[in-house]
């Protein structure tokens, strides 16, 4: 399974931005999905999760951002509006069988990021 996401760039403090994770590659079954963050200095974190029981979003970034699938099931969203600066990251999508987790390590396919600027 490969994952490429695309759509980072910078951005106005208020402003909007569309991640996309293009996924390719074997046919997971029973999966879930994530959106996964890193600041320079800071431990990466978890933004958005999703699997087929539902979808939870970071008190960080709730009200502002929300994940969702196409339904080919092929790419992986992440709308982001009322940016912060404090979203400046690097901004991953990640994927594994079974449910969905926080834990970056659990995810057994990741991309190699895409980076937001808020300024």
């Known amino acids: 399974v490969q994952l490429v996401e695309s759509g980072g760039g910078s951005v106005q403090a208020g402003g909007s931005l569309r991640l996309s994770c293009a996924r390719s590659g074997a046919t997971l079954t029973w999966y879930s999905m994530g959106w996964f963050r890193q600041a320079p200095g800071k431990e990466r974190e978890g933004v958005a999760v999703?699997?087929?029981?539902?979808?939870t979003i970071a008190d960080s970034v709730k009200g502002r951002f929300t994940i969702s699938e196409d339904n080919a099931k092929t790419t992986l969203y992440l709308q982001m509006s009322s940016l912060k600066p404090e979203d400046t990251a690097m901004y991953y999508c990640a994927a594994k069988t079974g449910r969905a987790s926080w834990s970056w390590w659990e995810y057994t396919y990741r991309g190699q990021g895409t980076q937001v600027t808020v300024s």
């Open positions: 999703m699997d087929s029981l539902g979808i």
